[in-house]
Protein backbone atom coordinates (compact mmCIF):
# COMPACT_ATOMS: atom_id res chain seq x y z
CA UNK A 1 0.00 0.00 0.00
CA UNK A 2 1.39 3.13 -0.98
CA UNK A 3 0.40 5.94 1.62
CA UNK A 4 -1.24 5.51 5.28
CA UNK A 5 -3.74 7.89 5.26
CA UNK A 6 -7.99 8.02 5.61
CA UNK A 7 -7.92 6.43 1.95
CA UNK A 8 -5.86 3.60 2.28
CA UNK A 9 -7.54 2.49 5.82
CA UNK A 10 -11.12 2.01 3.63
CA UNK A 11 -8.71 0.23 0.97
CA UNK A 12 -7.20 -2.01 3.32
CA UNK A 13 -10.86 -3.26 4.73
CA UNK A 14 -12.01 -3.48 0.81
CA UNK A 15 -9.12 -5.36 0.07
CA UNK A 16 -9.58 -8.14 3.32
CA UNK A 17 -12.88 -8.26 2.67
CA UNK A 18 -11.62 -9.62 -1.03
CA UNK A 19 -9.05 -12.09 0.22
CA UNK A 20 -6.37 -10.58 -0.94
CA UNK A 21 -3.47 -9.56 2.48
CA UNK A 22 -1.77 -6.64 2.81
CA UNK A 23 2.16 -6.82 3.51
CA UNK A 24 3.46 -3.83 4.30
CA UNK A 25 3.18 -0.10 3.44
CA UNK A 26 5.67 1.85 1.04
CA UNK A 27 6.48 5.36 3.26
CA UNK A 28 7.71 6.72 6.91
CA UNK A 29 5.80 5.87 9.66
CA UNK A 30 3.88 8.73 11.18
CA UNK A 31 1.81 8.92 14.24
CA UNK A 32 -0.67 10.06 12.16
CA UNK A 33 -1.61 7.08 9.79
CA UNK A 34 -4.61 5.85 10.02
CA UNK A 35 -3.11 2.05 9.27
CA UNK A 36 -2.61 -0.38 12.16
CA UNK A 37 1.08 -0.62 13.33
CA UNK A 38 1.21 -4.46 12.74
CA UNK A 39 2.43 -3.14 9.16
CA UNK A 40 6.09 -2.49 7.89
CA UNK A 41 6.59 0.59 6.49
CA UNK A 42 9.27 1.06 3.68
CA UNK A 43 10.35 3.78 2.70
CA UNK A 44 9.73 4.80 -1.01
CA UNK A 45 13.22 3.97 -2.41
CA UNK A 46 14.00 0.39 -0.15
CA UNK A 47 11.19 -0.58 -2.37
CA UNK A 48 12.17 0.68 -5.97
CA UNK A 49 15.63 -0.82 -4.98
CA UNK A 50 15.15 -3.87 -3.13
CA UNK A 51 11.72 -5.01 -3.82
CA UNK A 52 11.25 -7.03 -6.55
CA UNK A 53 8.58 -6.07 -9.36
CA UNK A 54 7.40 -9.81 -10.14
CA UNK A 55 6.84 -10.54 -6.44
CA UNK A 56 5.17 -7.40 -5.28
CA UNK A 57 1.57 -5.60 -6.48
CA UNK A 58 0.96 -2.47 -5.45
CA UNK A 59 -1.93 -0.51 -4.44
CA UNK A 60 -2.51 3.63 -4.53
CA UNK A 61 -3.57 4.45 -1.37
CA UNK A 62 -3.36 7.71 -1.65
CA UNK A 63 -5.92 10.28 -1.64
CA UNK A 64 -7.55 13.67 -2.68
CA UNK A 65 -9.54 16.25 -2.32
CA UNK A 66 -8.48 18.63 -4.73
CA UNK A 67 -4.54 18.07 -6.12
CA UNK A 68 -4.22 15.26 -7.49
CA UNK A 69 -0.84 15.62 -8.48
CA UNK A 70 0.99 13.06 -5.89
CA UNK A 71 -1.27 10.42 -6.44
CA UNK A 72 -0.50 10.73 -10.27
CA UNK A 73 3.14 11.06 -9.55
CA UNK A 74 3.64 8.08 -7.25
CA UNK A 75 1.72 5.84 -9.78
CA UNK A 76 3.98 7.15 -12.85
CA UNK A 77 6.73 6.86 -10.76
CA UNK A 78 6.66 2.94 -9.48
CA UNK A 79 5.38 2.28 -13.08
CA UNK A 80 8.34 3.33 -14.48
CA UNK A 81 10.30 1.60 -11.90
CA UNK A 82 8.04 -1.77 -13.32
CA UNK A 83 5.43 -2.47 -10.48
CA UNK A 84 2.00 -3.14 -11.70
CA UNK A 85 -1.15 -1.86 -9.57
CA UNK A 86 -4.12 -4.12 -8.34
CA UNK A 87 -7.38 -2.79 -9.81
CA UNK A 88 -9.76 -3.07 -6.61
CA UNK A 89 -13.32 -3.42 -7.11
CA UNK A 90 -15.61 -3.50 -3.33
CA UNK A 91 -17.84 -6.56 -2.78
CA UNK A 92 -21.20 -4.24 -3.19
CA UNK A 93 -19.64 -2.65 -6.27
CA UNK A 94 -21.53 -3.01 -9.47
CA UNK A 95 -19.61 -2.82 -12.27
CA UNK A 96 -21.18 -3.55 -15.99
CA UNK A 97 -19.37 -6.64 -18.07
CA UNK A 98 -19.42 -4.08 -20.68
CA UNK A 99 -17.35 -1.31 -18.90
CA UNK A 100 -13.82 -1.05 -19.37
CA UNK A 101 -11.53 -0.83 -16.12
CA UNK A 102 -7.94 -0.03 -16.60
CA UNK A 103 -4.87 -0.62 -14.23
CA UNK A 104 -5.21 0.61 -10.63
CA UNK A 105 -8.71 1.59 -10.33
CA UNK A 106 -10.58 1.26 -7.50
CA UNK A 107 -14.38 1.16 -7.36
CA UNK A 108 -15.85 1.85 -4.12
CA UNK A 109 -18.45 0.13 -2.02
CA UNK A 110 -21.77 0.98 -3.90
CA UNK A 111 -20.62 2.55 -6.44
CA UNK A 112 -21.81 1.56 -10.06
CA UNK A 113 -20.12 1.54 -13.64
CA UNK A 114 -22.31 1.40 -16.01
CA UNK A 115 -22.31 0.11 -19.97
CA UNK A 116 -19.46 0.44 -22.47
CA UNK A 117 -18.16 3.24 -19.37
CA UNK A 118 -14.57 3.56 -19.94
CA UNK A 119 -12.31 4.26 -16.51
CA UNK A 120 -8.32 4.56 -17.23
CA UNK A 121 -5.21 4.30 -14.71
CA UNK A 122 -4.99 5.42 -11.52
CA UNK A 123 -8.59 6.65 -11.17
CA UNK A 124 -11.12 6.32 -7.98
CA UNK A 125 -14.71 5.73 -8.22
CA UNK A 126 -15.63 6.09 -4.76
CA UNK A 127 -18.00 5.25 -1.98
CA UNK A 128 -21.80 5.65 -3.72
CA UNK A 129 -20.51 7.07 -7.11
CA UNK A 130 -22.62 6.70 -10.62
CA UNK A 131 -20.58 6.48 -13.71
CA UNK A 132 -23.32 6.24 -16.18
CA UNK A 133 -23.28 4.33 -19.79
CA UNK A 134 -20.36 5.59 -22.43
CA UNK A 135 -18.78 7.82 -19.76
CA UNK A 136 -15.13 8.28 -20.28
CA UNK A 137 -12.98 8.95 -16.80
CA UNK A 138 -9.26 9.58 -17.49
CA UNK A 139 -5.98 8.77 -15.94
CA UNK A 140 -5.55 9.62 -12.11
CA UNK A 141 -9.22 11.42 -11.32
CA UNK A 142 -11.00 11.46 -8.45
CA UNK A 143 -14.77 11.17 -8.80
CA UNK A 144 -15.58 11.69 -5.41
CA UNK A 145 -18.40 10.03 -2.74
CA UNK A 146 -21.86 9.92 -4.18
CA UNK A 147 -20.89 11.95 -7.53
CA UNK A 148 -22.98 11.60 -10.45
CA UNK A 149 -21.97 11.06 -14.13
CA UNK A 150 -24.63 11.06 -16.76
CA UNK A 151 -24.29 9.20 -19.59
CA UNK A 152 -21.65 10.01 -22.33
CA UNK A 153 -19.68 12.30 -19.76
CA UNK A 154 -16.29 12.75 -20.12
CA UNK A 155 -13.65 13.88 -17.32
CA UNK A 156 -10.48 14.52 -18.48
CA UNK A 157 -7.35 13.85 -16.27
CA UNK A 158 -6.25 14.97 -13.04
CA UNK A 159 -9.82 16.16 -12.20
CA UNK A 160 -11.83 15.83 -8.82
CA UNK A 161 -15.35 15.88 -9.28
CA UNK A 162 -16.42 16.55 -5.80
CA UNK A 163 -19.20 14.58 -3.40
CA UNK A 164 -22.19 14.70 -4.84
CA UNK A 165 -22.02 16.70 -8.06
CA UNK A 166 -23.36 16.07 -11.12
CA UNK A 167 -22.43 16.00 -14.44
CA UNK A 168 -25.27 16.00 -17.00
CA UNK A 169 -25.01 14.01 -19.94
CA UNK A 170 -23.13 14.64 -22.77
CA UNK A 171 -20.96 17.31 -21.00
CA UNK A 172 -17.20 17.27 -21.39
CA UNK A 173 -14.96 18.40 -18.10
CA UNK A 174 -11.49 19.10 -19.29
CA UNK A 175 -8.30 17.96 -17.26
CA UNK A 176 -7.11 19.36 -14.20
CA UNK A 177 -10.27 20.37 -13.04
CA UNK A 178 -12.31 21.01 -9.92
CA UNK A 179 -15.81 20.11 -9.80
CA UNK A 180 -17.30 21.39 -6.27
CA UNK A 181 -19.19 19.35 -3.93
CA UNK A 182 -22.65 19.44 -4.92
CA UNK A 183 -22.49 21.72 -7.91
CA UNK A 184 -24.90 20.75 -11.12
CA UNK A 185 -22.81 21.16 -14.23
CA UNK A 186 -24.51 22.02 -17.39
CA UNK A 187 -22.14 23.19 -19.93
CA UNK A 188 -18.49 22.21 -20.71
CA UNK A 189 -15.88 22.66 -18.87
CA UNK A 190 -12.19 23.99 -20.26
CA UNK A 191 -8.87 22.48 -19.01
CA UNK A 192 -7.79 24.25 -15.84
CA UNK A 193 -10.99 25.57 -14.37
CA UNK A 194 -13.19 25.52 -11.10
CA UNK A 195 -16.67 24.87 -11.42
CA UNK A 196 -18.84 25.68 -8.18
CA UNK A 197 -22.22 25.99 -7.91
CA UNK A 198 -26.30 25.55 -9.01
CA UNK A 199 -25.85 25.40 -11.85
CA UNK A 200 -21.93 25.35 -11.90
CA UNK A 201 -20.27 28.74 -13.02
CA UNK A 202 -16.85 28.02 -13.53
CA UNK A 203 -13.75 30.34 -13.53
CA UNK A 204 -10.20 29.87 -14.29
CA UNK A 205 -7.80 27.02 -11.64
CA UNK A 206 -4.71 29.59 -11.75
Partial sequence: MIGSGGHARVLLEVLEEAGHQLNGVVGEYSPASKLPDRYTFVPDHNVLKEFSTEDYLLINGVGSSSDLSLRDRLFREFKD?????????????????????????????????????????NVIINTGAIVEHHCVVAESAHIAVGAVLCGNVEIGALTHVGANATILQGVRVGSNCIIGAGAVVLHDVPDNSIAVGVPAVVKSRS
Fill in 81 to 121: AGFNFLQLQAQTAHISDSATLFEGVQVMHKAVVHSEAVIED
